[in-house]
């Protein structure tokens, strides 16, 4: 009968795709697109609009590598990755490169086999409360209820910050964000932890956000960037070049309006013509076409257009520059120098 | 098809492997046998290749690391600082606490819905059917959802039990605290010489057991019957009693009270713990009570005619002759219900409380990175539940199985 | 004897009057039913007391007061207080379709039809049996028609046993030609046929496929897995599971019941080992460690492996089912089998399984009762069915907050589905009882 059914879709589908050892670039190429696991769903980092297309802060620096590799930024598919799934999905080469909200640490730098090539988003962990409760600082949460959004290292740094203080705590773990938000509407926790970006991103969704407030604490670091598989050093200084082109052509202005006339033109910086393919061959370094940066640059703009665009300060997410903004002008974001 | 060989025909061939019964079972297995191993070596090899690529071992030496991360509902001593092998065990209490207490409501649930579904009250037997109709047919995971919503959703917060004109107030005179974070309910705090009641009441329980196993031997002996539940309770509660008020009421009560963002004190029932518990015991129940019901109806007309013929009375015609036949049809199913129950508490998972597979399959699996290891120790201990609850009530069904003389 | 004074004699029957009041009508009726006791009356009472507050509360929320013209949800609160059916209105068509591309929605649709066509030939016995052939292929049509892409993948896949029959056919003259003995050169075609199945499937069809599309390309918008969502993933995830589950499940039970001690140990333990963990943890594999099984690099579909899971899930508790139905043929049966003289594999496929089957489809059904609730766990593990898609609704600024509206939607949808079906399996029970006396 229809005994086949199961073999069909298992023949049809058994894309046979190398992983782990080869390669990365050339088989990125041999298929035609990139594949980036990002969140199932964090209001301006990773989302898709009722269309299903993707959009936000981690999926535009997405559509950049595409584009460094391509010059199309949509030469690029999505993988919706769970806080469990997302490491067997980049272990096991069901995505090239992960975009999610993922914190470097030195465990899952070594042993998990991954190597973080950048951060694109300084991050801590934050607490959100109601503005009822008139709590100013996290020291005083002793005996709240605290709602966390599990499979994150957002469990660990908060037993560590509340056995510190000698506080005591309920923790509710919560596998999404929709649910644990859901939770703390409802008032069955007093307390919301998370990263600070996220804490934001949710208070925006929020129907009065203003009711809500984010407490002055950061109890951790959380450097956010994409990683790679171990072992594959051309794929790894891909994606970490790809990042800093993207805040070099902020700190150098090239934006995605004038990135284009730059190109043709050619610029009296000498180093903003080496990013744009003007003079040396670095992309041919990298294995990638000259003008690579260009394409890079005209998906989503320089970093600090993507993060206006996405999470900045006149989207409804509101985020500061803060940390993430370039060491010239009083944050920490610095770029190796393009030469 | 197979010639009969004769025992005279001693020239073996090869074909005889296939075309003779004799050999053919052997031939099917030994290929079966070579078949499998090749699998699973096929399999193995791939898993040593894949963890070897990606540079993993295999092993289980994390079970040993601090586990850093907090668990609220503890049955055992835990912290922090513990290991993750002590956060699965704790994990492990917790599927079994909530797995035991929904098999006992699941059965009570399900035999009062069973036996009303059969009830001649139109109305009762009516609002039995839509409820085990209600409940099979939507899923269980929805269900533990809108129970858990329906806590967090409609019962007050504990903030609104505050002030002096609060919105909510406690029930029974402060024993019953419902909150939409969980119930709270008073904690006995043991005293000195608490001990003595407590070895009281457990003496009593033998007592009692004597007491019933001695009334039913004099029945058997010479047909009077003592009116055993009055005499069974009061063997049960009195000498506790007595003892209890003797001692100067060693054994008092620890309110909840509301201090800070919660309220302390007491035995506290999360929310998730609370839904968890009703979702599994209403579905579960929905699916026993037709089990209990097939089971009363298999009974034939005929052996409760025959016990009011005899001059019994409704109730002990339920108790000495339908229910002892009823058991028998009834618990096989009832026992893959007990294992479908604890199955699915581990969709506790979406609710946020801490089973086994919120620790060991959910939060250490995601900080250590272990998932072969996490899965196996996982799937081998409901293995083990699963298949122990299946020999205890084997063992019950075999006691409870029609001995034919 | 005095004649004159004849006694009275009735001509007739007195006609019979009219039952007392208190024996019919609605108030016997409800004295009988509702009110024959005391306790029986309390209960009435209370039961009255139930409905009477649920329909009090749910009936105006859900009928009076309820919107479905609203933006978001403050915008329903202000209308009105009942149920905001705003939300439903707006995302129904992602509860039936998860992100599917809209203008491709119209194949979800045949293939859904062309299911229903489909399973006529199985689930009725009055439909012709050349039906069953559609049947056979409809797997490939519905995995082109949902995922897309070009035709020639799938229709290689089918051409794979054809093939391997093909190869049968002209292996078995040639090895029998050989001086090897006929048993062994038969036992050995079989064998070389199959290898020649699965490197057709591992290999061949890449490149049948290559190089038919590079010639004739048909096929359809490819549809990623990631768009596939809400009831319709319920649907692929549970029909496919039963359907795969179904051969295997006929192979483990056989194997249950057959006296080679190996090969029942084998059946056994995957059955038992099967049952005795929560599907969730299956799903957890399926999603976290299948690839450590599979070569290195291998990589596919999400969507297939839980499907692959759920199959295995489903297979052991479908083997019980069926072994139930083996057990309850009377033992004639298999005498009068062995009796005619036909061999285990005759008897099984022209005796005993026809009748077996027959008795376990409604077991069957319920089987596929439960397992289409079950498919609701894979939200846990991040696939967008109808409970996983909530997430990106409830994530919407405008819809966040909202609960019962979208809980109840999903529920009434899952209830509506399953006790249809169940009704169906009682209806056939019913059926195939009465067939037997």
């Not at chain 1, 407490?215 to 990042?243: M, N, T, Y």
């Not at chain 2, 035995?267 to 089990?291: C, H, K, N, P, Q």
Request: glycine residues 10%; hydrophobic residues 50%; neutral net charge.
């Amino acid at each position: 009968m229809k005994v086949k059914g199961a073999i069909i879709a298992a023949a049809a589908v058994m894309a046979v795709s190398t992983a782990a050892n080869a390669a990365t670039l050339d088989d990125v190429k041999a298929k035609g697109f990139v594949q980036c696991g990002v969140s199932t769903g964090l209001a301006g980092f990773a989302f898709t609009d009722a269309n299903g297309v993707w959009d936000g802060f981690d999926v535009t620096f997405c559509r950049a590598t595409a584009a460094a590799i391509f010059g199309d930024a949509n030469a690029i598919k999505f993988t919706p990755t769970t806080g469990k799934t997302r490491f067997t999905a980049l272990a096991s080469g069901e995505v090239d490169i992960l975009y999610r909200n993922t914190t470097w640490t030195l465990s899952r730098d070594v042993d998990l086999g991954f190597t973080f090539t950048g951060v694109n988003y300084y991050d801590g962990q934050g607490f959100m409360v109601r503005k009822s409760l008139g709590v100013k600082s996290a020291k005083e949460l002793d005996g709240a209820t605290v709602c966390i959004q599990t499979g994150t290292t957002t469990e660990l740094n908060l037993a560590d910050f509340f056995r510190a203080n000698g506080m005591s705590y309920e923790p509710v773990p919560i596998e999404t964000n929709a649910e644990a938000q859901q939770k703390y509407l409802s008032n069955a926790c007093d307390v919301y932890t998370t990263d600070a970006s996220g804490l934001a991103a949710t208070r925006a969704t929020f129907e009065k956000p203003g009711e809500h407030v984010l407490l002055p604490e950061i109890i951790s670091k959380e450097p956010l960037g994409p990683l790679v598989r171990q072992g594959d050093d051309q794929w790894a200084d891909i994606s970490a070049w790809v990042l800093n082109a993207l805040i070099i052509a902020e700190e150098k202005g090239v934006t995605k309006a004038n990135v284009a006339k730059l190109a043709a033109d050619g610029s009296a910086d000498p180093e903003v013509n080496r990013l744009l393919g003007k003079e040396g061959s670095y992309g041919e370094m990298l294995g990638l076409p000259a003008d690579w940066a260009v394409h890079a640059i005209s998906a989503g703009g320089n970093y600090g257009e993507i993060f206006e665009r996405n999470v900045g300060e006149s989207t409804a997410i509101g985020l500061a520059r803060g940390l993430n903004q370039l060491w010239s002008k009083g944050g920490i974001l610095y770029a190796p120098p393009f030469r | 098809m197979a010639t009969i060989s004769t025992s005279g025909d001693t020239n073996f061939r090869i074909g005889m492997l296939i075309y003779d019964t004799r050999y053919r079972s052997y031939t099917i297995q030994i290929i079966a046998l070579i078949v499998f191993m090749l699998a699973a070596a096929w399999l193995l090899n791939n898993v040593i290749q894949n963890l070897a690529d990606l540079g993993k071992t295999f092993g289980f030496s994390f079970l040993g690391e601090t586990a850093s991360y907090d668990i609220n509902q503890r049955l055992i001593d835990y912290s922090s600082t513990s290991t993750h092998a002590r956060a699965a065990v704790v994990g492990i209490l917790n599927t079994l606490l909530v797995a035991i207490l929904g098999c006992i409501t699941a059965t009570v649930v399900g035999v009062i819905a069973g036996v009303l579904r059969l009830s001649n009250n139109w109305l009762i037997a009516r609002l039995m059917t839509i409820y085990v109709e209600g409940f099979r047919n939507i899923p269980v995971l929805i269900w533990i959802l809108i129970t858990v919503a329906v806590i967090n959703e409609t019962l007050p917060a504990p903030n609104q039990f505050r002030g002096a004109d609060p919105d909510a107030s406690p029930l029974l005179g402060g024993m019953l605290v419902l909150t939409n974070r969980g119930f709270y309910i008073p904690a006995p705090v043991m005293g000195d010489m608490s001990m003595a009641v407590v070895i009281v009441f457990l003496l009593s329980i033998g007592v009692m057991i004597g007491f019933r196993r001695w009334a039913k031997k004099r029945q058997e002996a010479t047909g009077e019957i003592l009116p055993m539940f009055p005499i069974s309770l009061a063997i049960l509660f009195l000498p506790t009693i007595l003892v209890f008020f003797l001692l100067g009421m060693p054994i008092t009560l620890e309110y909840p009270e509301l201090k800070g963002f919660n309220f302390r004190g007491g035995v506290f029932m999360r929310d998730s713990l609370i839904g968890l518990w009703l979702a599994l015991s209403l579905y579960t129940g929905a699916f026993t009570a037709e089990i209990v019901r097939s089971g009363i109806l298999a009974v034939s007309k005929g052996q409760s005619e025959a016990a009011f013929a005899l001059g019994l009375r409704p109730g002990r015609t339920m108790n000495l002759v339908i229910l002892p036949q009823a058991l028998r049809v009834i618990v096989p199913p009832l026992i893959s219900q007990y294992l479908n129950l604890t199955k699915n508490s581990s969709l506790a998972i979406a609710v946020g409380y801490m089973d086994a597979t919120g620790t060991l399959g959910g939060i250490t699996l995601n900080q250590t990175g272990r998932e072969m290891e996490c899965l196996m120790l996982l799937m081998g201990f409901y293995l083990v539940t699963s298949l122990s609850i299946s020999v205890v009530m084997n063992w019950y069904n075999e006691r409870v199985k029609l001995r034919e003389r | 004897m005095n004649d004159s004074h004849k006694p009275f004699v009735a001509a007739g029957d007195i006609p019979p009057s009219p039952p007392p009041s208190s024996v019919v009508g609605p108030v016997a009726w409800m004295r009988e039913n509702l009110f024959s006791s005391i306790p029986n009356a309390i209960m009435t009472l209370v039961g009255a007391f139930i409905i009477y507050s649920l329909l009090a509360s749910v009936i105006p929320w859900l009928f009076l007061d309820s919107v479905w013209n609203a933006t978001s949800l403050g915008n329903c609160r202000e209308i009105d207080e009942g149920a905001c059916l705003a939300v439903i209105k707006e995302r129904y068509l992602q509860f039936i379709y998860g992100f599917y591309p809209e203008e491709e929605r119209w194949r979800s649709i045949v293939a859904f039809v062309l299911m229903i066509v489909a399973v006529w030939p199985v689930l009725f016995a009055g439909a012709p049996r050349k039906m069953l052939y559609v049947s056979a292929l409809y797997p490939a049509v519905a995995y082109w028609l949902i995922w897309g892409g070009t035709i020639w993948g799938p229709v290689g896949v089918m051409l794979g046993p054809v093939i391997a029959i093909i190869a049968y056919r002209i292996l078995n003259p040639v090895l029998r030609g050989t001086s090897m003995e006929e048993g062994i050169a038969g036992i050995l075609a079989i064998l070389l046929a199959g290898l020649v199945l699965v490197l057709w499937w591992l290999f061949g069809v890449e490149v049948f496929d290559g190089i038919l599309s590079s010639v004739v390309f048909i096929g359809l918008p490819v549809v990623e897995s990631s768009k596939i969502g809400g009831f319709l993933l319920s649907l692929i995830i549970g029909v496919s599971g039963i359907a795969g589950s179904f051969p295997l499940g006929i192979a483990l039970a056989l194997g249950r019941r057959s006296n080679l001690l190996f090969i029942k140990a084998m059946s056994t333990g995957f059955i038992e080992f099967v049952r005795g963990v929560p599907l969730i943890t299956l799903l957890f594999v399926a999603s976290t460690l299948l690839n450590y099984f599979l070569p290195p690099g291998t990589s596919f579909d999400i969507i297939l492996r839980v499907v692959i899971m759920v199959t295995l899930f489903a297979a052991a508790y479908m083997a019980e089912v069926i072994r139930g139905g083996l057990a309850a043929l009377p033992k004639g049966q298999y005498e009068a089998a062995d009796a005619l003289g036909l061999d285990y594999w005759k008897s099984m496929r022209l005796i005993i399984l026809p009748q077996a089957l027959k008795i376990s489809i409604p077991g069957i059904v319920n089987t596929f009762i439960g397992l289409f609730k079950d498919t609701t766990l894979v939200s846990v593990i991040g696939l967008l069915d109808p409970v996983g898609i909530l997430n990106p609704i409830r994530a919407d600024q405008n819809w966040n907050g909202i609960v019962w509206e979208l809980y109840g939607f999903i529920a009434i949808f899952f209830f509506i589905f399953c006790f249809g079906m169940s009704r169906y399996s009682m209806y056939l029970e019913r059926k195939l009882q009465t067939g037997h006396r």
